[in-house]
């Protein structure tokens, strides 16, 4: 954590958001990360780091999705501050095995509350709106993934349950032809 820090005070003390992907099974530093909100504000350095560590292990079969270059559950992501919900997200999709961060996102919303007027809700948070076009979405997605579903995955949902839910999206997204 502490090569995080002086990582990310080194290259942007403003905003001092640091990121180090370590191999922990041979201790040693993947990459680094730090927040750039000069060249783009959603470079986190948790993004930043993702990003780096992509660009120096490219996938040996263009496949970074199926076979990325890098072990990621052999990763540790250090972070200097907890990560917000799309690094979080990243850390998942990447598989990391173990997040670890210092100042936590209450503290930092704390310690921001001056800029942000005394930790009021901003007023330039967009309006989200979910369910546009669901079935004609949730279909494309049903056949794209249907690569995923096998043996193990059936498996999986009936142990948990989910049977009418694979009965119910088979009936409703025959993926022939879509």
């Keep these: 954590m502490k090569i995080a820090l002086d990582y990310a005070l080194l290259h942007n003390p403003q905003f001092p958001f640091g990121a180090?992907?370590?191999d922990h099974t041979k201790n040693e530093i993947s990459c680094y990360?730090?927040?750039?909100?000069?060249?783009?504000a959603l470079l986190h350095g948790?993004?930043?780091?993702f990003w780096n560590c992509t660009e120096l292990y490219p996938s040996p079969t263009q496949d970074d999705m199926?076979?990325?270059?890098l072990?990621?559950?052999q990763q540790t992501l250090y972070t200097t501050g907890e990560p917000c919900p799309m690094c979080a997200a990243e850390s998942i999709?990447?598989?990391?095995?173990?997040?670890?961060?210092g100042s936590s996102i209450t503290e930092l919303n704390y310690m921001a509350s001056a800029r942000n007027a005394g930790n009021q809700p901003n007023p330039n948070v967009p309006i989200l709106e979910g369910g546009i076009l669901k079935d004609a979405c949730d279909h494309a997605f049903w056949c794209a993934y249907s690569v995923f579903r096998n043996e193990k995955y059936y498996?999986?949902?009936i142990k948990n349950g989910l049977e009418d839910y694979i009965k119910d999206?088979?009936?409703r997204f025959p993926c022939d032809g879509h």
């Design 20 to 22: 180090l992907i370590v």
């Design 33 to 40: 990360g730090v927040n750039s909100v000069k060249e783009n």
């Design 46 to 49: 948790e993004t930043a780091a």
């Design 66 to 69: 199926g076979n990325p270059g």
């Design 71 to 73: 072990n990621w559950t």
């Design 93 to 101: 999709y990447r598989r990391v095995h173990r997040v670890v961060w």
């Design 155 to 157: 498996a999986s949902m």
């Design 169 to 171: 999206h088979e009936a």
